[in-house]
């Protein structure tokens, strides 16, 4: 099976050296060359574009930053989809949406051409692992066809068929949503306990011993509580994307969503604080910033 991926970065970096280290006919793109190149050495074969990256391959992976730039790579100008064969599968393993997916999806019908939309979950060490949760939404038929890739990148266990064509996108969006606006409740939570006097580690281990727990909570936010951590392995800028993204989901379906909707502005507020490149965990900084505390506690074994 010859596969093209393009997409080097953060996450698509170590998902296609995974594919090549389980002996896939790889061939890879990126528009950071240096990326290019880091895969040539674990046995890649470098492509001058995406679309030469996909011409003869059996399937075309994506794994790229926002819905605008998948669709300028597939249907733009010298895009994917054309230098696509017929028959191929094309596996969107971004976070999009569904209407990008869509409009590439009607045009590679007339070829043949079949698609998965395919988006993770288990950020950068995941992907370095082969350890992906994985939703796939598409033909039933595409996706026990694409399962042997999926299963190399991701844990078989949860590499999930979750519904038609979109429906991957939606249950990765409202994953992310879900924890941003834990995120943002925790952070609220931790702050007001840490200034009306009660020790951090405490309160800490008193919410995870309650019906309040969650692996966010009692995982998740531990290196920024004991090591100051903000996750820059994911930047905010990114993660505002991906608020704004479930927001105009939901907007698409008609419901409203305050909390989503207070979550996503909390979220760009921190953005413009810190930067683009501040992590995704910095909301929590607006907290601690405008309370005057410092949420930090000693680490424990």
Known sequence: MRVAFIGLGNM????????AAAGVALRVFDT?????????????IAAGSAAQAA???????????????VEDVLLGSGGV????PENSLWIDMSTSVPEVAD???????ERGIRVLDAPVSGMTKGADSGTLQIFVGGDAADFEAARTLLDVMG???RVLHVGGHGA???????????WFVQLVAIAEALTVGVKAGVDLSILHRSLVASPANSVLLERDFLPLLTAGDYDEGFAIALACKDTGLAVDLARAVQVPVEVGAITEQLFRRARAAYGDRAGEMTPVRLYEDIAGVELRMEATT
């Open 12 to 19: 698509g970096g170590p998902m296609s050296r995974n594919l």
């Open 32 to 44: 950071d060359a240096a990326r290019t190149e880091a895969a040539v050495g674990y046995g890649a």
């Open 55 to 69: 011409e003869d391959a059996d399937v075309v992976v994506t794994m790229l930053p926002t819905p605008a730039i």
């Open 81 to 84: 989809l054309a230098a696509m």
């Open 103 to 109: 409009r590439v999806r009607r045009r590679a019908a």
């Open 155 to 157: 844990d078989p266990k």
């Open 168 to 178: 991957g996108y939606a249950v990765k969006l409202m994953i992310n949503q879900l």
